[in-house]
């Protein structure tokens, strides 16, 4: 098959530069590269061939085909050689300034059926457009890092973006063998602006003093399933790539609380405790190798004090069952005795608004995180509050690890650290389909190939119930008194009436 466009221009040779050329290359496109510095541009096209001999070793792709990608990739060194080129995409410093003289420039040179792309990440296509003769044929086409392996590319429409523009980007990027959606011209686009909830939440627990960064990490992997804790996330990213973006993201939308930056994450940066490539960041690195502190111990208890269950707890039916599995004595009268462990489940209030509300003594109440069936989870969560006793801490833990299951004790929350963590995102996503940026289809694709999510935002929110999170936002906005958690109109009449999430209106 054809490639939807026969000869296209890269400037840029870049990381992000470099590889979509070589996807466009292997898509059958003759590709012109260029760089302001011809050096690097000749070091990227051998660092290319490199690639591709290495396909072949392993098996990945044939010689031949290696063979005619080399010969289909041209360095050129002025703009005027890409003036035949039937697209051009930019991948270049994220200036909007620096962008949008490129295309002012890129304009004279080729034709007038030439369509131009960005590679940007984070500025507004629009923005870039709005000096071009003709905006109509521009676009965002904005690939991730590595190009090669991360399958999926956003496209991007501008608000004088023809939709033929857009409809050409989506086919070839068929042809390269990705996957495209589609988003409106909005800060951060669907991934970038879809991922902010995750790091910035558990900023926000590190930041109370919840709990550290290995114990959040933890947590968010053992119940949640995702691959990466937050802070492994950033240090793989790198704090200077990670910030800005949180900034930037911030600013855009005008200091939307939602989005809110963290001052960790500022000062880290200033310190140069950038993550993996500078061998600090949230944790330590040693040839390359996170410096993991070991589990503390399960507290050894002799005398195990009988359990009582608050009648409001979250999953009631499942608790007692638990801990008829795990052999705890458990007490059934109306109240507790004095010298019961007392458990609440809440969904959003932080454990100490449950003992005045429910009158319970707080030093024998401790919480335990039932959003998540405990049967699909690796780690079981416990929350103390101000006035818990260490025994009945040390009782909880020691009775909840029974049966291997590790267990984390933190800090009073509200919303623990999977409750929290997970609405935020799923509100952040209701949002994103609230302003039709994109299809709830294209939204859980984005995420899914481009953070690698356990699961889409939306279908998330469907596993654990759309009426649930909005309950952990509702009661986590009467906790903190943050305009941050309060839901977006897609999830709230969604999950006040029981709706899936990914359900759009007729």
């Not at 049967?375 to 006035?387: G, H, W």
């Not at 906005?477 to 999430?501: E, F, H, K, M, N």
Request: hydrophobic content about 40%; some cysteine.
């Amino acid at each position: 098959m054809e490639p939807r466009y026969k000869t296209i221009g890269i400037v840029g040779s870049g990381a992000m530069g470099r590889g979509i050329a070589q996807i466009s290359a292997q898509a059958g496109s003759l590709v012109r590269l260029f760089d302001t510095d011809p050096a690097a541009t000749a070091k990227a096209c051998q660092a290319l061939a490199v690639q591709w001999d290495k396909l072949v070793e392993k098996g990945r792709l044939d010689s031949e085909v290696a063979t005619a990608c080399k010969q289909r990739l041209q360095p050129v060194d002025t703009l005027q050689r890409l003036a035949d080129c039937d697209l051009v995409v930019e991948a270049i410093v994220e200036l909007l300034d620096v962008k949008k003289s490129l295309f002012s420039s890129l304009e004279s040179v080729v034709s007038r059926q030439t369509v131009l792309a960005t590679n940007t990440s984070s500025l507004s296509v629009t923005a870039i457009a709005a000096g071009m003769k003709h905006p109509e044929r521009f676009a965002g086409f904005h690939f991730f890092n590595p190009v090669p392996l991360m399958k999926v590319v956003e496209v991007v429409a501008g608000l004088k973006t023809n939709d033929s523009t857009c409809g050409g980007l989506t086919e070839y990027a068929k042809q390269m063998g990705h996957t495209p959606v589609r988003a409106q011209d909005t800060p951060g686009f669907i991934v970038n602006h879809a991922g902010r909830a995750y790091g910035t939440e558990a900023l926000r627990i590190v930041s109370e003093g919840i709990a550290d960064f290995q114990t959040i990490d933890s947590i968010l992997k053992d119940q949640v399933g995702f691959k990466l804790g937050p802070f492994e996330l950033m240090d793989l990213t790198a704090l200077d790539v990670s910030h800005p973006v949180m900034e930037s993201v911030y600013r855009q939308y005008y200091e939307e609380p939602r989005y809110r930056p963290s001052a960790i994450t500022a000062q880290r940066l200033a310190a140069g405790m950038l993550g993996r490539k500078t061998g600090e960041g949230f944790y330590r690195y040693v040839d390359g190798a996170a410096q993991i502190q070991p589990q503390p111990p399960v507290p050894t208890v002799t005398d195990m004090p009988p359990v009582w269950v608050s009648p409001r707890a979250a999953r009631r039916s499942e608790l007692l069952q638990l801990l008829k599995n795990l052999g705890a004595s458990i007490e059934t009268g109306a109240s507790p005795t004095m010298n019961a462990l007392v458990l609440v489940a809440p969904l959003g209030f932080d454990i100490t608004t449950v003992a005045v509300v429910e009158r319970l003594d707080p030093t024998c109440t401790i919480g335990i995180d039932m959003l998540i069936d405990d049967t699909q989870t690796r780690r079981r969560v416990l929350a103390t509050n101000p006035a818990t006793r260490k025994d009945m801490v040390e009782a909880a833990h020691a009775l909840f690890a029974r049966d291997g299951k590790a267990v984390s004790v933190i800090r009073d929350s509200g919303g623990f650290v999977s409750q929290r963590v997970v609405a935020a995102i799923v509100n952040i996503a209701s949002d994103i389909c609230q302003q039709g940026i994109c299809s709830p289809k294209d939204l859980e694709l984005a995420v899914t190939l481009g953070l690698g999510y356990p699961l889409g935002p939306l279908a998330m929110g469907d596993r654990y119930g759309p009426t649930n999170i909005l309950e952990v936002l509702f009661n986590m906005q009467t906790v903190y008194g943050d305009p941050r958690y309060r839901p977006s109109p897609w999830l709230r009449r969604r999950g006040a009436i029981g709706l899936s999430l990914m359900h759009e209106e007729q």
